[in-house]
């Protein structure tokens, strides 16, 4: 399945959807890291474009979902964090940005977002 899903990834056109090659992978084998890799890179692509394009729903559902394939990735951590920022959702902004942060990531908008969050959107006690 995965031979599938990489031909229809890298040579695929327009309405092609390798993403559900992958998912038949996974209901296979759950632990099939290829497919986990390629449905995180596909869903982060297009959660990144459903932010610019204003589509908070269908982005959320996106990232969240490429975030449950791969739950330490820091460019989806940072990028949901980056999305609820721009939503104005400062406290789950601060929630992605602290998990982002103690995941090893270094973005300097991600410490300086956190410092100027609300205590309360970050666990800490005023």
Same mark, same amino acid.
């Given at each position: 399945?995965?031979?599938?899903?990489?031909?229809?990834?890298?040579?695929?056109?327009?309405?092609?959807?390798?993403?559900?090659?992958?998912?038949?992978?996974?209901?296979?084998?759950?632990?099939?890291?290829?497919?986990?890799?390629?449905?995180?890179? $596909? /869903? #982060?692509?297009?959660?990144?474009?459903?932010?610019? =394009? !204003?589509?908070? &729903?269908? +982005?959320? @559902?996106?990232?969240?979902?490429?975030?449950?394939?791969?739950?330490?990735?820091?460019? $989806? /951590? #940072?990028?949901?964090?980056?999305?609820?920022?721009? =939503? !104005?959702?400062? &406290?789950? +902004?601060? @929630?992605?940005?602290?998990?982002?942060?103690?995941?090893?990531?270094?973005?300097?908008?991600?410490?300086?977002?956190?410092?100027?969050?609300?205590?309360?959107?970050?666990?800490?006690?005023?």
């Amino acid at each position: 399945n995965d031979l599938s899903g990489l031909s229809v990834y890298y040579g695929g056109g327009v309405g092609t959807k390798p993403e559900d090659v992958f998912r038949a992978s996974l209901e296979i084998d759950p632990n099939d890291h290829n497919a986990r890799y390629y449905l995180a890179e $596909i /869903l #982060l692509a297009r959660g990144k474009r459903d932010v610019r =394009w !204003d589509l908070p &729903e269908a +982005a959320e @559902e996106e990232l969240l979902e490429a975030l449950s394939y791969v739950p330490m990735r820091l460019d $989806i /951590l #940072l990028s949901l964090a980056d999305a609820y920022f721009e =939503w !104005d959702d400062q &406290e789950k +902004a601060a @929630e992605f940005y602290t998990r982002y942060i103690q995941a090893g990531g270094a973005a300097p908008r991600a410490f300086e977002r956190v410092k100027t969050a609300p205590t309360e959107s970050i666990g800490v006690n005023p």
